[in-house]
């Protein structure tokens, strides 16, 4: 009588090429996630950590203009100023526009924020980041 082959060997195979490709997609995941941000050398990897912690880094204006500057330098300004939530206030100074030129208080800009409800830190953070060209 003719012996069966036991199904068992190719399963160990397919468990073992299972085993080798999950070590494989993890030391590949484990390299490119480096936890510091530098690679080889020390280089920096990841830009977010220099964008976020050091707006500096990126050539971020110490005041940018209430009426003509994008979201994007406003959040950086109001992100180096100690903004919370940067990227919210930057839209709603750029939904408000314009806003007067000869009005060195901003006092139109705080009327059309106060709706919003920021706090007073943060109105003056987002006021002392701002600027009327």
């Known amino acids: 009588m003719a012996r069966r082959r036991s199904p068992r060997p190719s399963c160990r195979r397919m468990l073992s090429a299972l085993a080798c490709g999950l070590v494989v997609v993890v030391a590949a995941c484990e390299s490119a996630s480096n936890s510091t941000g530098t690679g080889p050398k020390g280089r920096q990897t ?11 880094a990126v050539g971020h204006e110490t005041k940018v203009s209430a009426n003509h500057a994008g979201v994007a330098a406003m959040t950086l300004t109001f992100q180096a100023t100690g903004v919370s939530d940067a990227r919210r206030w930057a839209r709603r100074v750029e939904q408000q526009r314009p806003y007067p030129e000869s009005d060195p208080s901003f006092a139109a800009l705080r009327a059309r924020l106060a709706p919003f409800h920021p706090s007073a830190a943060t109105m003056e953070r987002i006021v002392s980041a701002l600027e009327l060209p």
């Open 46 to 56: 990841s830009n977010v950590t220099s964008v976020t912690s050091r707006p500096s």
